[in-house]
């Protein structure tokens, strides 16, 4: 696949293996998902052009992406990081070019795939005037999750003691970050698209975070990380790309990791 | 999920908001009282107040929906929610039934105490036999309003300006509303010779314009917050 990195790692199967990734892995860490050890490319974008406001942020995009990586993409401001993972979750309408996702072709329905992946974008997506719990429980209940796995998600992110009860609205932005991230969890979803996902935690709130997206990754989900807080979230991830002016070029050497 | 149970889902999330914020109970619900009070000031005439009750009732009822529609989107908006339910993939026909039914418990309330607000205001005399017409009257209105409440409070949730964009859009359309409640409310209370036999065409009219909203709002508002 021209343009595609495939830095140090296993040539992905591009194959849509519907039956393989067709819903049947749900990533709640309270059991294990056994990954396959067949590779099978999750995402796999071909030349994919987007435009948004008629600005062209994606120009022949190319990328593939198998189960149980964690890829970071960094790149400058503007260069489209943001737009790849917004395409991915389904929201990016495709001017040209082919792009699978969990096995859903995106030309063709960019819906079906919404409910299997989890987007965390600059905005968390929560209520303010609900608590903590209620919006935990909320996003849980999209996706049929049950009381247990909500309050394990919870656990995770270290909000199920004292500020599973106080209103959103009244927390620190990393606090914020933080319940976002178990809503993330909660939803159990197989691609997580993560948008400088470390912005406003403290330590342990970025510790918390590698764990959870470590666990996802080692439970058959797939990460994409868009981050400039290189040193971390490359320490994180499994395979490092490089976006500039819309299209994901190698990355300078020693751009493999972990 | 189905639609029923998504669309309870996220009535649920909207009354809890309330439950939890207090806004139309401590602040949509002054407001329409302050309304009705100023209507008061204004008319300053007891015999004129109770013979145009019914449609200042119902003036106050959508000004007060405004309110309440703004502020069901604005909490979508405010932390990009909504965006955060069409990543989800929760089904856009769900989100519009739930928060219309949210938004139409609500509005039942508003409308409850603007109607009591009329009877110590303007000597509006509610008697046994106009209850019936009243209630009917009541529920088709409320849900029609709910129904274009929510499908243009989506629609103009995404919009620049949408605090003043929201009323732009939404009083003309609901104008067979207002028409159809005011007859039927004169009809069942009575008022300027007005019997009730009067009021069910217009309980009609509103059912009618309840059910293509009910229906245009369940297809359409998903491709009005996607795009």
Redesign the interface.
């Known amino acids: 696949m021209a343009g595609s990195l495939e830095v140090g790692h296993p040539a992905p199967v591009t194959c849509h293996l519907t039956d393989a990734i067709g819903g049947t892995t749900r990533v709640g860490f309270t059991e294990a998902v056994s990954v396959s050890s067949v590779s099978v490319a999750v995402v796999d974008l071909r030349g994919v052009v987007a435009v948004q406001g008629g600005f062209p942020v994606l120009a022949g995009a190319d990328l593939a992406v198998t189960r149980g990586e964690i890829v970071l993409l960094r790149g400058p401001n503007g260069a489209g990081k943001t737009s790849l993972l917004r395409m991915c979750?389904?929201?990016l309408p495709i001017e040209r070019g082919e792009a699978s996702v969990l096995g859903h072709d995106l030309t063709v329905d960019r819906?079906?795939?919404?409910?299997?992946?989890?987007?965390l974008?600059?905005?968390?997506?929560?209520?303010?005037?609900?608590?903590v719990a209620?919006n935990v429980a909320?996003?849980g209940?999209?996706?049929?999750a049950s009381a247990d796995e909500i309050a394990a998600s919870m656990r995770r992110m270290g909000l199920a003691d004292r500020l599973r009860d106080v209103?959103v609205g009244a927390l620190s932005a990393g606090q914020?970050r933080r319940t976002a991230l178990a809503c993330l969890v909660a939803?159990r979803a197989e691609l997580w698209l993560l948008d400088e996902p470390h912005a406003g935690l403290d330590a342990a709130g970025r510790d918390d975070l590698d764990a959870t997206l470590r666990d996802a990754a080692a439970s058959g989900a797939t990460v994409l990380v868009a981050s400039h807080e290189l040193e971390r979230a490359g320490a994180l991830a499994t395979r490092v790309v490089e976006v500039v002016g819309g299209v994901v070029r190698a990355p300078a050497a020693g751009g493999e990791v972990g | 999920m189905t639609l029923v149970a998504v669309a309870r889902l996220v009535a649920a999330k909207d009354l809890r908001i309330e439950w939890r914020s207090r806004v139309v109970l401590n602040q949509v619900m002054p407001f329409a009282a302050l309304v009705m009070i100023l209507f008061a000031f204004a008319l300053d005439n007891d015999a004129a107040l109770t013979r145009v009750a019914p449609g200042l009732v119902w003036l106050a009822a959508l000004f007060s929906m405004l309110v309440v529609v703004q502020r069901s989107f604005a909490v979508e908006a405010a932390d990009g929610a909504l965006d955060a339910l069409r990543v989800a993939g929760v089904r856009s026909d769900g989100i519009f039934l739930g928060k219309s039914a949210a938004l139409a418990l609500q509005l039942a309330v508003l409308e409850a105490v603007l109607l009591l607000a009329a009877v110590v205001l303007y000597q509006v005399d509610i008697g046994a036999g106009s209850i019936p017409l009243l209630l009917v009257t009541f529920v088709a209105a409320t849900l029609g309003l709910s129904f274009v409440g929510t499908l243009y409070g989506g629609l103009a949730s995404g919009a620049s300006g949408r605090e003043t964009l929201l009323p732009l859009l939404m009083l003309p359309v609901v104008a067979p509303v207002l028409i159809g409640a005011t007859r039927a409310t004169e009809a069942a209370l009575g008022t300027n010779g007005a019997s009730s036999s009067e009021g069910w065409p217009w309980v009609g009219l509103m059912v009618l314009f309840g059910v293509l909203f009910g229906a245009g709002g369940t297809l359409a508002f998903g491709s009005l917050v996607d795009e």
């Open positions: 979750a389904g929201l819906t079906a795939v919404r409910r299997r992946v989890g987007l974008g600059h905005a968390n997506g929560l209520y303010g005037d609900l608590t209620d909320f996003w209940a999209t996706v049929g209103k914020r939803r």
